[in-house]
């Protein structure tokens, strides 16, 4: 339930952030914002009106959502509204213009607003990891690092170690095999490597540690996992805490966000590709039920943790909204680019009939996904 809770929360901030850049975006390039809702309809409350906006409180706590005046290509025949001199007065008046009468440039400033509040939320968060103290690799060069352990840092699927129960963040404590024993002193990825090859495939006495957790597992090496020896299926690092000023956090939290999002580009252009090709690995995926998963091993890990994989979710949506399709930014974008190339408006009703399928397919993904994630459970 905790997991839940958590889960929520990190996807209502972040879509609410997603949607300010869009806010602030279009208020900046003089368009007008209807509303600003933080949850989804139907309507609680409306908490105030500023300068023709309506702040308001719904009853879905998923998010949030903004509605900008002729974003929706169909709205371009309502009648712009005109102000009362009453509300003129207490400043609620409705005020800019319309998305669409807006030039190509600012009509793409707006929409790529979003997904640069994510990237800049993300560069926030991770910097913050940095002041306070973020794991970082031993090997990464970045500094003195605090309270080195060894982490996993993969699990081969159905490997050993998979079916032992063993899960990416786990610390390797110790690690027996009848009168042998490497203490955590001695664990490395080097000294584990060779004692699993010196011992063959003996079952081994894994000890580690999740969050304040300490379990023992029996794991036994075997063939076939990686090529030439028996193994159990990890991949590992030495991990401690690196704590930065705040000018390093910050221009260390920069590269990591931009790394981050090269890794997550290539990743998502290659899961496309293949699912193009029909070679898509659906169990590399995770959808609400899976990240309900790994936000419930995050939180047990400890708050520094939580805020590195909001921070990843963070950019994960930012790559995502930039595909070209239509229902995402991307998609919008691309039907600007379209317009601006052409000279003239698309139909309204080819765009928003391209939107409502492209929103169809999203939602048959997202519960192909889940269904994905709710099989692995069992």
Known sequence: MLAIIIFIIILAV??????????????????????????????????????????TLNWIPFGGFVRIFGENPLEEGEVEQTATPEEIALGIAPRGVSFSKKSRPIQAFILVAGVTCNFLFAWLLISVGFIYGLPTSVDAGLGEVENPRLVLTSIVADSPSAVAGLKVGD????IESGKMTLSEAEVTPASISDFIAANGERALSVTYSRGETVETVSVTPRAGVIEGKPA?????????????????????????????????????????????????????????????????????????????????????LAVINLLPFPALDGGRLLFVAIEAVSRRPINPKIANGLNIVGFGILILLMVVVTVSDVWKLF
Do not use: C
């Not at 952030?17 to 933080?38: Q, T, Y």
């Open 14 to 55: 972040l879509i609410v952030v997603h949607e300010l850049g869009h806010f602030f975006a279009a208020k900046i390039s003089g368009v007008r914002v209807d509303e600003f809702g933080i949850g989804y309809p139907p309507r609680a409350a409306t908490l105030f009106r500023r300068a023709g906006t309506s702040f």
């Open 171 to 174: 610390v390797i404590t110790s």
């Open 232 to 316: 159990i299926g990890i991949g590992m690092d030495m991990i401690g805490t690196l704590k930065l000023p705040v000018h390093k956090a910050l221009w260390q939290g920069l590269k990591t966000s931009v790394y981050l999002t090269g890794a997550t580009a290539v990743g998502l252009f290659d899961f496309v590709k293949d699912s193009v090709l029909g070679q898509a690995d659906l169990s590399q995926v995770a959808g609400p039920v899976g990240i309900v998963g790994l936000v419930g091993d995050a939180s047990k890990l400890g708050f520094i943790y939580v805020l590195s994989f909001t921070a990843f979710i963070s950019i994960n």
